[in-house]
């Protein structure tokens, strides 16, 4: 089965996405992106609060290879730093450089399985010294209520 990757670009999704990102004010996370996987039909569609580096990855397909995608259809816990994913070869290797290149540090992925479908929240940010692990801890209730409302989104919007 051939897998289908789809960076969404839709004016108004967006502006919801961007809202939505928007009403939290995690100024420290200034990198969230959100994924639907579907395992049955190998579906993902994402979008990223940075469009310049969405545009990119969508370009050279790096979803295919991605260490921070490939860990949502892999981990076993439910949260994991950027740091710990594995990059099995030089192309995924490179996907964490041009990430970095674009401020994109101290990464954590959130996922949440639900009816055969995985969502994943990703937060990151352009300070190097953040801890994001705590700071997700700190706010893991606003995180969560921001999560379910992206994920209201695609259910809503993205299908």
Known sequence: MMQVHKAIYEKEIRQKFDSIVKDYLFKELDYIAFSRHIDNSKELTYLMSNLEWQKMYDENKFSIMDPV???ASTLS??????ELMETQDSFSLEIMRQREKHQIYNGIVILKNEDGKKYQ???ASSYKNLDTMEYVAKNFKEIDYMFHDLKKLFKTDVL
């Open 121 to 123: 929240l990703t937060l």
């Open 77 to 82: 816990t439910n949260v994991a730093r950027f």
């Open 69 to 71: 995608r490939i860990a």
